[in-house]
């Protein structure tokens, strides 16, 4: 059962192409990875999905839902949550301030005039966000200050971010860009126990070793266009792949 529907969907930026007529069913439950060479268009594709860009043309549908016309907070409302690139995490609170402060907005809908007397009064808001950052391996550092974290921690804190708020649906923009092999692999065993308890995810990767450790389906864009689609094995040994992404070498 498709929980994502999007179909014909273009975008132009001046005489610039960057989708061309995609058409993508993610399914419930399932990692739905996006891969495709620089500038293929998988940023401007996650960009229409959360409202921060609106397609000239074609339709998005969650759970049945249209997406059009909403607002990015409100596409976040009705269960859709992003991992940015960079962690957009606030530097100067601690980590549970950080993972609070969403878990308020998911459950009022926007903050009260004062934020911070929940913040302090309400045990149980705190309680999820300790619940949550306990899941992500970051209790111990509940106090720290998030700016004082490595690149793999702030990304763990950012995934704390997004599931407090309960999401349907998880879209990963890079989830490992930048980091070690070691804390690239913390972050797959994280992402593989998240998506073990249902979590439908889309993952837009480069590091081939993370889509093919993830990947329930892959979905591969070139200039705008689903080039193929298929399951992580059909994919690495399709020839037009290879074309496309790695200029004829093998996955």
Known sequence: MSILEVRNVNKHFGGLRALNDVNLDVEAASVHAIIGPNGAGKSTFLNCLIGRLIPDTGSVSFGGTSLFGMRPHEINQVGVS???QTPE?????????NVTIPALASRDGAFRVNA??????????RDRAMSQLEDVGLADRADVVAGQLSRGDKRRLELAMCLVQQPKLLLLDEPTAGMARADTNNT????????GRGLTMVVIEHDMHVVFSLADYISVLAQG?????GLPDDIKGNPKVQDAYLGGAHL
């Open 116 to 125: 911070w007397a929940p913040l302090r009064a309400e045990r149980e808001i």
């Open 188 to 195: 797959i065993d994280l992402l593989k126990k998240i998506a």
């Open 82 to 84: 992003r991992v940015f």
């Open 89 to 97: 995490i606030f530097g100067e609170l601690s980590l549970v301030e």
């Open 225 to 229: 266009t689903v080039i193929a689609g």
